[in-house]
C-alpha cells in the first residue's frame, strides 16, 4: 500500500468519525438480559397457549359423531297412550249440556254456612 | 476466555470478550442506524439477546468480531429496511454538515468527502466504511455483509475509484 493509499483511507475514515462514545457495557448487558428473560417468558405463555388451542381443536375434529337416534313412526306412538283433557266431560258428546245441565263437580270440602273452606 | 464466562446458549462467546469489543461493535452499530444513539444503543441490546439466546450461534467460522458485526448489521438491515434509512441518512448529512469541533477548513473537507461517500451505493458505502474504519479484510468485510470474497472485491475497488474521481475535484484526494 503506497503513502497516497494510506492517505486516501486517512480522509475517508476521519469522514466517518462521530461521537461515537459507547454506553456502559454491564448496563447494556444487563438491559438484554432482562429482554431475553422477558422474551422467554412470553414465548413460554405463548406456546402454552398455542397448545391449548391446539388441543381443543384436536378434541373438537376428533369428537366421535352424536348417534342417530332411530325414528319413530307417528302411528306406533299413538297406539302407545292416551290421553284425555279434564274438560272432556263438559264436551257435548257426553250429553251433557252445559248452559242446560251442570255437571256435579266434586267440592274438595263440605260448605260451613257460606263460606267455602 | 474466563471459566464460566461463557455463555449458556453460545458456549463460543464469553461475555469478557464481548465487553472487550463493545465499542468498536457500537461505534458500527451507530453507523448502521444513521447515527441515532438511541436506536443503536437498542440494536445493542437486540445483537446481544440474539447471542444471548443462541438465535446467533457463533461457531467459529469467522472472527468473533467478524461474527458479532454481521449480526449487528443483519438486524439493522431487517429493521431498517422499511424505514428506508438509507433514504433519510442521505438527506440528513447531505444538508447539514455534522457539527464538531475542529477547523473550517478541515471540516469543510469533511463533508465533501461524507457527500461522496454517501453518494456511493449501499455496498460500497459499508465495505469501505468497513476497511477503512473498522480496519477489517476485505475478507472479514465481505462475511458481515453477507457476500462473497470476490463480490466483496468488487464493491471494495468500484468504490475506491469512485470516491477518488469524486474527491478529485473537491478535495485534494491523493491518486
Same mark, same amino acid.
Given at each position: 500500500m503506497t503513502d497516497s493509499d494510506v492517505n486516501f483511507e486517512k480522509l475517508v475514515a476521519c469522514a466517518f468519525e462521530?461521537?461515537? $462514545? #459507547?454506553?456502559d457495557f454491564d448496563q447494556t448487558w444487563r438491559a438484554a438480559e432482562s429482554r431475553y428473560t422477558r422474551g422467554r417468558r412470553y414465548r413460554a405463555l405463548s406456546g402454552l397457549a398455542a397448545t391449548v388451542t391446539a388441543v381443543a381443536i384436536l378434541l373438537k375434529v376428533l369428537a366421535p359423531a352424536p348417534t342417530q337416534l332411530p325414528l319413530i313412526e307417528m302411528g306406533e306412538l299413538l297406539g302407545t297412550t292416551s290421553w284425555q283433557a279434564? +274438560?272432556?266431560?263438559?264436551?257435548?258428546e257426553r250429553q251433557i249440556d252445559i248452559y242446560q245441565d251442570l255437571p256435579d263437580l266434586i267440592e274438595s270440602t263440605d260448605g260451613t254456612g257460606e263460606a267455602l273452606l | 476466555m474466563r471459566d464460566g464466562d461463557a455463555l449458556e446458549n453460545n458456549p463460543h462467546i464469553s461475555r469478557s470478550a464481548l465487553e472487550a469489543m463493545h465499542d468498536q461493535v457500537f461505534s458500527w452499530a451507530l453507523s448502521r442506524c444513521d447515527f441515532d444513539r438511541a436506536a443503536a444503543e437498542d440494536l445493542m441490546q437486540q445483537a446481544y439477546v440474539e447471542l444471548l439466546s443462541g438465535s #446467533?450461534?457463533?461457531?467459529? $467460522? +469467522? +472472527?468473533l468480531r467478524t461474527f458479532v458485526f454481521a449480526v449487528v448489521q443483519n438486524l439493522a438491515r431487517s429493521r431498517f429496511r422499511r424505514l428506508a434509512s438509507r433514504l433519510r441518512l442521505v438527506s440528513r448529512y447531505a444538508q447539514e454538515p455534522p457539527a464538531e469541533q475542529m477547523d473550517a477548513g478541515v471540516e469543510e473537507s469533511r463533508s465533501e468527502v461524507w457527500r461522496a461517500v454517501h453518494r456511493l451505493p449501499p455496498r460500497q458505502r459499508d465495505v469501505i466504511e468497513l476497511v477503512?474504519?473498522?480496519?477489517?479484510?476485505v475478507e472479514e468485510a465481505s462475511t458481515v455483509m453477507g457476500v462473497s470474497v470476490g463480490t466483496g472485491r468488487v464493491h471494495y475497488d468500484r468504490a475506491k475509484k469512485t470516491l477518488r474521481n469524486n474527491l478529485r475535484q473537491t478535495v485534494a484526494a491523493p491518486e
Open positions: 462521530r461521537d461515537d $462514545r #459507547a454506553p279434564p +274438560s272432556d266431560v263438559l264436551l257435548p | #446467533a450461534r457463533f461457531e467459529k $467460522r +469467522s +472472527s477503512f474504519c473498522r480496519d477489517m479484510t
